[in-house]
């Protein structure tokens, strides 16, 4: 990588080796599989046995990749803050849609850990973090057929509409059933072994009684797949239905009760938006090196186009807002980290701000690339797919503006 890339000078040798070792990986195993599977008409074959998405599961967990967050006693890499941040950007490099995938893979077994229940962690956990062959790929299933991104507006608002959930779940005896569906944009969603389930509580005396959040092991009785969602950008994250027909599981499994689900969601909302600024700082950068390569290539007006002075200025303003990018996304994992650090609105400027700068940079790089730009035979159109993508996933960026607002204005009633 250019030297200039990385501003700071007195980055820890630890972790530059983290970063020069995430960037082969992604350059020589997660940019080819992704794009293998972009090109897959049937979204179905993406996770066919055999199909490229294995292939980079099972190399990634032998690398540990998939214990990144988790701590260094139970056998994970034990990243956090600017390790962290530099680990998810070199993976977004790569390819947005794999390093979404893998990430989420570890958020049901990331949130057993963190409970200290020696009986999850022993049974859950441990398995999860030895795992080498991508046995045990887990989701997170929030969004339903009826409920987006008025999920992340629940956090700021005591707006009664927004507490009803179509997946619901019940106290029966000495045991929860869960019931109802999630909708099609779980990531992991068809290919998910295990799951950490936003759930809404029945009604107590007509009035709604909050959320709850859940383990829940896939292969119980009652829980079924749709079928995997086809879709114009990150093709190769697999995303699609899962629905539960009164699925029982014991009461250990419940992680969070009505009483600590907002801060609960709160954390999580913070966790997700920092991750997603830090991976689309990557794909940001990853738009700006394929232009900023293909200026010195290309040759227009009888000289290479990067000498024309109307390309070297969108070049140098995609530059500076890479580094932008760059900056607010490791300013705020690394303020949010540990929890229970969970100052949401820097998280999702980071989120909003890092997806928007990513889709600019992937439209001027296009632009750049000119007719070139629309083929599929170079990478910047499938770059340009995923950012797009970006400005909608985890809560669009139009509502987490608002949730923002209402928190640096200091006018959230709910207490997180």
Known sequence: MDAYMEIDRNLPADLCALRENVHRFAKEVLRPAATELDRLPDPQDVIAPGSALWTFMRRAYALGYHTASFPEAIGGLGLHGLGMQIFLEELGWGSADLAISLGVAGAPFGALAVTGNPELIDTFVKPFVADRDARFIGSWPVTEPNHGS?????LASEGEANRSGRATIRREGD????????????????????????LMAPPVGGQPAGGVVAFVPFDLPGVSKGKPLNKIGQRALNQGEIFFDNVRIPDRYVLATPAAFPMVAAITLTNANSTMAAVFTGVARAAFEAAMDYSKQRIQGGKPICEHQLVQK????????????????????VHNDPPPAIDLEYAIAAKTFCTQASFEIASDALQIFGGNGLSREYPIEKIFRDARASLIEDGTNDVLSLTGALRILDLNPVPV
């Open 150 to 154: 008025d999920w992340a507006m629940f």
């Open 314 to 333: 969108r070049l140098f303003d995609m530059f500076t807002r890479v580094e932008a990018c760059r900056a607010l996304s490791r300013a705020v994992m």
């Open 175 to 198: 045991s929860y059933v869960v019931h109802g569906q999630k909708a099609a944009w779980v990531s992991n969603g068809t290919i998910s072994t295990h799951g950490i389930v936003y």
